[in-house]
């Protein structure tokens, strides 16, 4: 059974920051692209950022380009969503999920985490 755990979710001031994480597996987190995703109340679940499992190519949308940055440590079995320049707007239900393959698509991954919350407030 595939897990993953997603972790550092919270309340911050609008232009902080914050780190979540997604641990998982040795195989699941070697093998798959691991993409983060988000749901914002009454809002449909976007795409936020992937990073590939074989060559570390990274994806981002273009709302949190050069505010977000997505990485892995392999040593931790996890994979990380730096976020800087925090937004309201960015508050959302923040999901990790693998696809069932080494790279980042747009079809929706096979494998998904509960969801961390991340409120950007004053």
């Known amino acids: 059974q595939v897990q993953l755990v997603e972790s550092g979710g919270g309340l911050v001031q609008p232009g902080g920051s914050l780190r979540l994480s997604c641990a998982g597996s040795?195989?699941?987190?070697?093998?798959?692209?691991i993409a983060w995703f988000r749901q914002a109340p009454g809002k449909e679940r976007e795409g936020v950022s992937c990073?590939?499992?074989?060559?570390?190519?990274?994806y981002y949308a273009d709302s949190v380009k050069g505010r977000f940055t997505i990485s892995r440590d392999n040593a931790k079995n996890t994979v990380y969503l730096q976020m800087n320049s925090l937004k309201p707007e960015d508050t959302a239900v923040y999901y990790c999920?693998?696809?069932?393959?080494?790279?980042?698509?747009?079809?929706?991954?096979?494998?998904w985490g509960k969801g961390t919350l991340v409120t950007v407030s004053s």
């Open positions: 040795k195989f699941i987190l070697d093998s798959y692209a």
């Open positions: 990073i590939s499992s074989r060559d570390g190519h990274t």
């Open positions: 999920a693998a696809h069932s393959y080494y790279y980042c698509s747009d079809q929706n991954p096979k494998y």
